[in-house]
């Protein structure tokens, strides 16, 4: 079989194949692809073909009787369909079974999906909007959802599974080449759906213990602005919030700070520390006139250590000497 119809690293239609399961799937994928494929143009083909052939003509003769049936052709055409499909099924059962069996060995990742973005816990507690996972090293991740169902999908490793509010799905795979692929939410979750994209970062070996070891230090290593702008970066505040100015889900982050802002109802706060603590673990006690309440809450999730960070980043933001930049729209 030629390379380009089964195996190939990089066919005309399909990703790149970046894990262990990825070939088998696309196998497959192929084969349905082509099995389907030849009979439709075998079918429709001979279709067309009866169609003109056997068109009635001047001088059209009543028929002949004819057969009633073929035994042999009726056996024929059931048998080679059934094989087809029997293959297809047990060959389907096997993949859908090593996409289902961890090894006992994997490496676990909590993953969490809420309107509208990925989180990713390692078992030291570091929390990441990125996936980083180590190549050649099956990762099992055991996801659930905070609010809706979205659906996290690696093109790139052939899997996907459903992230459900209430319960845990689970889903693995074995990155097999070094590299940086998207992820993707396939399920329609509202209006950030489109936007609710990640990357999986495959890490040559021993690379993902160093990143896993500095991420992880963020806040001792670095100033509290900068430690508080990579969190914004990195927890899905800018997901929502700008920091230039411009609109989003939620109010930009620019010239916030120290400034008035327009609640829902038409009251007045100003944006201080303990405004913009209780905005990130308490984010419906103060809604932004303008904005749907549509922030999760960070209780839990965020420690104080990284709120104050999150606050002298924001600090940075509100030094130019621009007005408060008119939070709240009408
Ligand atoms: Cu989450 Cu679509």
Redesign the pocket.
């Known amino acids: 079989m030629k390379s380009w119809l089964l195996g190939a690293e990089r066919g005309f239609m399909l990703p790149v194949q970046a894990s262990s399961v990825a070939p088998a799937v696309d196998a497959l994928f192929k084969f349905i692809f082509w099995v389907s494929a030849f009979f439709f143009l075998l079918i429709v083909g001979l279709m067309l073909f009866f169609v003109v052939r056997f068109r009635r003509r001047p001088g059209y003769q009543k028929p002949t009787e004819a057969p009633s049936h073929n035994t042999f052709l009726e056996i024929t055409w059931s048998v080679i369909p059934l094989v087809l499909v029997m293959i297809m099924g047990f060959w389907g059962f096997k993949v859908f079974l090593d996409l289902n069996t961890p090894p006992a060995n994997a490496y676990e990742v909590q993953v969490t999906?809420q309107k509208?973005k990925w989180l990713f816990t390692y078992p030291n507690g570091h929390v990441d909007e990125t996936l980083h996972v180590p190549v050649d090293q099956p990762v099992r991740l055991v996801m659930t959802s905070e609010d809706v169902i979205?659906s996290f999908f690696v093109p790139a490793f052939r899997v996907k599974r459903d992230v459900v509010p209430g319960r845990y799905t689970k889903l693995w795979f074995r990155a097999t080449k070094v590299g940086t692929y998207p992820v993707f939410?396939a399920?329609?979750?509202g209006t950030g759906?489109s936007d609710?994209l990640t990357t999986v970062e495959v890490h040559e070996p021993g690379g993902f213990e160093r990143w896993l070891e500095a991420a992880s230090n963020l806040l001792n290593t670095l100033p509290p602005a900068e430690a508080g702008r990579r969190l914004y970066q990195t927890r899905g505040c800018a997901q929502c919030h700008s920091v230039d100015g411009t609109g989003g889900i939620g109010p930009t982050l620019k010239g916030l700070y120290g400034h008035p802002v327009v609640l829902r109802g038409g009251n007045r706060v100003t944006a201080d520390e303990n405004y913009i603590r209780e905005s990130i673990l308490e984010p419906m006690a103060k809604v932004v006139a303008g904005f749907d309440p549509v922030m999760p809450t960070y209780k839990g999730r965020l420690k104080d250590q990284e709120i104050t960070a999150l606050v002298a980043f924001l600090k940075t933001l509100a030094s130019e000497d621009k007005g408060p930049a008119e939070q709240g729209r009408e």
Do not use: A, L, Q, S
């Open positions: 999906g509208w979205h939410c399920e329609y979750c759906h609710m």
